[in-house]
């Protein structure tokens, strides 16, 4: 497809710094901006977020249960506990438990005096000074043991608070207390421990922070919250990523046992768990005390639309790449259609009712569904054709996102496309895991696409600085700087591109598989990285409609002035936002021209820069490279500005017409 001109245009300047002579001053570029020509409608999905847990991103994460292995389930079910005290025994037991579908509890019992087991939370336990920590657990006893005390304890031993559970009885019973730390500490360990001679049986033990987002019981950690809050995002892909497909069939995500008493949920493996020998973490499960349920609470919360991506009948292909028979896709279909009844259906529906009795008797307004992961080749596009043709039939209101596969082109992606094309797809999702190199080179990737048929969804995207998932990846200002580059060209095209976002979200400093990551933390911080702040600023300054913008005024054309720019106008506040990206190492002065526009009576300039392409930031300094926000004198339509060196610029102009 051609290349419009006038619309989309990414980078052509007036002048180029290679081979021109030294002795007069360059031309400043003009950017022209045709505010009299609205492009296409960006919609309000147009930059949102990809979740996946991962890096302890949901366990450990922003699901804020502080104990590990609460129920006892994982596969050494003393994973994450240590004894305390030297006579007495900690075995494992599961007659009669008081949760069905997680039947394995502890059993202590004390010989002689103190004996307890104490668990070391996720990379330790992260608590707040003063702060309300609600205890509980289920216990039943012999009749001879007659308290269990509870205790919190620093990286050093010191104890920072304690309550005693007393009332025993033979039957299960769920006891509760509540804990107040007299100092903060970042890796504490909680201790149990029977006080007296006799057999104590413990289960679903829980520490969870009274604070959490918006303070709901099995609420979310709110530090995060704000941070996922504050990028403005449009939408909340969930729950990922590969943990959708599973190594195997037999543990992929299965939405279904993620709702409902957060007790009762069963524990899965996390595909994380051993996926890179370099980084193991044999401790990585699934609690799924954040399931689907609160993925569409967080969607809510954070003003975002919930995009669920389900299995399709396809574990990992990178794994095990086992298929379900296309003869049983049933089941998996039906899951996509009980996710519909569950998010949309009346009250008094089979899977509505179930959303009811959870908290939430309105509906969730689910509009789109995602069909597999990162699937490739014809099992996937057979299955995909499966899925559609019932879903279309039943619930044309869903839109479909579909999979290109797990690279940005080749032989996958065309064929994906092609026959993706063919299908009539509406959103296919496309990942991009490249230097930051590719994505300056491919800001103008979506300028040639063809403007009918699918759409895209540019579902995974980070600039790898070492390699597709090394470990060595940093989040620097380098690939922050190509990232927002590339992204002035998703804009542009918002005709095609219909939905962006950043993957993974978050990593644990002490805990991650994977770097890079959008949002770092430990058990009490968390930062936005360089690439944050670009998500943040296209979210936050998303306009509502494209604006034509073209660079360029002395016979330019070429991509050598490295100014990468896109343009759209504000419905709300009638402001003309240009976003714009100076690639190279020195300032750049551009003449504006807001074509068509009225008065002109106002602006602000959001800048993100670094002289440094290395520079990052940390948990000790969170905000080395942030947003500066600051007014700028305009007074006609015509007007310079000065772009910074290696800067990402967001300029928001009132235009009166
Ligand atoms: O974002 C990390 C992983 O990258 C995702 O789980 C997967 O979809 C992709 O391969």
């Not at 997680?102 to 990379?123: I, Q, S």
């Not at 899965?268 to 990585?284: A, V």
Request: some cysteine; hydrophobic content about 40%; charged content about 25%.
């Amino acid at each position: 497809m051609k290349r419009t001109l006038v619309c989309l245009v990414a980078l052509t300047c007036a002048f180029g710094e290679v081979g021109r002579a030294q002795t007069s001053a360059p031309a400043a570029p003009t950017i022209t901006v045709g505010v009299d020509r609205p492009g296409a409608r960006i919609p309000s999905t147009m930059f949102g977020l990809f979740f996946e847990d991962i890096n302890f991103g949901a366990d450990g994460g922003i699901y804020p249960e502080r104990v590990k292995n609460r129920s006892f389930e994982f596969p050494d079910a003393m994973t994450g506990w240590k004894k305390i005290g030297a006579a007495g025994e900690a075995t494992i037991a599961s007659q009669n438990p008081p949760l069905k579908s997680n039947p394995h509890y502890l059993r202590l019992t004390a010989t002689d005096g103190r004996f307890g087991v104490t668990n070391e939370g996720f990379r330790g336990i992260g608590l707040a000074k003063g702060a309300a920590y609600n205890f509980s657990v289920y216990a039943r006893a012999d009749g001879a043991a007659k308290e269990i005390s509870v205790e919190l304890m620093d990286e050093n031993d010191r104890p920072l608070g304690a309550a005693t559970i007393k009332n025993l009885t033979t039957e299960w019973r769920k006891h509760t207390a509540t804990l107040r730390p007299a100092a903060g500490a970042e890796k504490a360990r909680l201790s149990l421990a029977l006080t007296n001679r006799g057999t104590v049986e413990l289960d679903a033990v829980s520490l969870y922070p009274a604070q959490t987002w918006g303070e709901r019981a099995n609420g979310l950690r709110p530090d995060l919250v704000r941070l996922l809050k504050d990028m403005r995002p449009g939408f909340l892909r969930f729950p990922g990523g590969c943990i959708v497909e599973g190594k195997r069939l037999e543990t992929r995500y299965q939405w279904k046992t993620t709702i409902g008493p957060v007790d009762e949920r069963r524990l899965l493996i996390n595909r994380w768990n051993d996926e890179f020998k370099h980084r193991p973490t044999p401790d990585y499960f699934q609690s799924f005390g954040l399931g689907f349920y609160e993925y569409f609470l967080l969607s809510e919360d954070i003003g975002a639309e919930p995009l669920p991506i389900l299995n399709c009948g396809m574990a990992c292909q990178f794994n095990s790449n086992e298929l379900a028979p296309l003869d049983d896709l049933d089941e998996y279909i039906q899951d996509a259609l009980d996710l519909i009844e569950f998010a949309n259906g009346p009250a008094v529906s089979a899977w509505g009712r179930k959303r009811a009795e959870m908290g939430h008797a309105a509906p969730f307004n689910l509009k789109m569904i995602g069909v597999g992961n990162e699937q490739w080749g014809p099992q996937y596009i057979e299955r995909y054709e499966r899925f559609a043709a019932v879903l279309k039939e039943k619930h044309p209101e869903i839109a479909l996102v579909s999979s290109s596969g797990p690279s940005a082109d080749g032989e996958r992606f065309d064929f994906a496309w092609t026959n993706l094309r063919r299908l009539k797809a509406d959103l296919i999702d496309e990942h991009y895991y490249m230097a930051p190199s590719w994505f300056l080179a491919n800001a103008r990737r979506y300028d040639d696409y063809p403007r009918q048929g699918p759409k895209v969804f540019a579902g995974e995207f980070a600039a790898q600085t070492a390699g597709t998932a090394k470990p060595t990846n940093r989040n620097n200002w380098e690939a922050a700087l190509a990232e927002a580059a590339f992204m002035t060209g998703l804009e542009r095209n918002a005709d095609v591109v219909k939905m962006a976002s950043y993957a993974p979200l978050f990593g644990h400093v002490d805990a991650w598989q994977w770097t890079p990551n959008l949002i770092w933390f430990d058990n009490l911080r968390s930062y936005g990285t360089p690439n944050y702040y670009v998500q943040q600023l296209f979210g936050a300054h998303r306009g509502t409609t494209v604006l034509p913008v073209a660079v360029g005024g002395g016979g330019g054309g070429k991509d050598e002035n490295n100014l990468y720019v896109s343009a759209s106008s504000d419905e709300a506040s009638g402001e003309v936002i240009l976003k714009v990206v100076n690639a190279t190492a020195a300032p750049k002065e551009a003449r504006i021209n807001l074509e068509g526009s009225g008065r002109v009576t106002a602006a602000r300039a959001y800048t993100l820069a670094s002289a440094n392409l290395k520079a990052e930031n940390s948990l000790d300094a969170p905000t080395k490279i942030a947003p500066v926000e600051r007014k700028i004198n305009v007074a006609s339509t015509q007007f310079a500005h000065t772009f910074a060196p290696q800067s990402l610029t967001v300029l928001r102009v009132s235009n009166k017409q």
